[in-house]
């Protein structure tokens, strides 16, 4: 357990010691092609590698090269500020519809009692979408799917 703790507290520290991540562009094994909830190929290759990029350049500083996010994501900071939490399977993320994900990418957490600074400034709408299917790609398929039915309900207005 020490171990494991010792692991994942040193993956934090290199995720934030303001380097660039190294590339990760396809999902690993186990994990789905995924099809959008618009039924769209979301996970075109093109798209997928787009999103890998950018996530790299600008989100794994804080979220981890995987999406691993902070060691204790669900706690506060000692600045009072919740830490950034995991995009893969493990976090909340894949609890939010589509047009949530990119809400919280392109205003950012400031204004919630975070620290993720508003990218709609720096990445436009398609790479907004391009970022959340990298990470999405990390979901294995019955997450993915749950994420499907919470955003065709959204979609269509149901609670």
């Not at 999902?27 to 092609?33: I, L, R």
């Not at 900071?77 to 995009?87: E, H, I, N, Q, R």
Request: with cysteine.
């Amino acid at each position: 357990m020490k171990v494991w703790i010792a692991l994942l507290f040193s993956l934090l520290l290199v995720a934030c010691d303001k380097s660039p991540a190294p590339i990760v562009a396809m999902p690993s094994a186990g994990t789905h092609s995924g099809a959008s909830a618009a039924g769209t190929n979301a996970f075109e290759p093109a798209r997928l590698a787009r999103g890998a990029t950018l996530y790299q350049q600008n989100c794994a500083t804080c979220h981890g090269a995987r999406g691993e996010g902070a060691f204790n994501w669900q706690q506060q900071g000692a600045d009072g500020k919740w830490l950034p939490p995991p995009l893969d399977a493990s976090g909340h993320a894949w609890h939010h519809p589509q047009a949530a994900l990119e809400q919280v990418i392109r205003e950012g957490t400031q204004t919630r009692g975070g620290n993720m600074p508003s990218w709609g400034k720096t990445l436009s709408d398609a790479d907004i979408r391009a970022v959340i299917v990298w990470f999405q790609s990390l979901w294995p398929d019955p997450i993915y799917t749950a994420w499907a039915d919470i955003d065709r309900r959204a979609r269509a207005g149901e609670k």
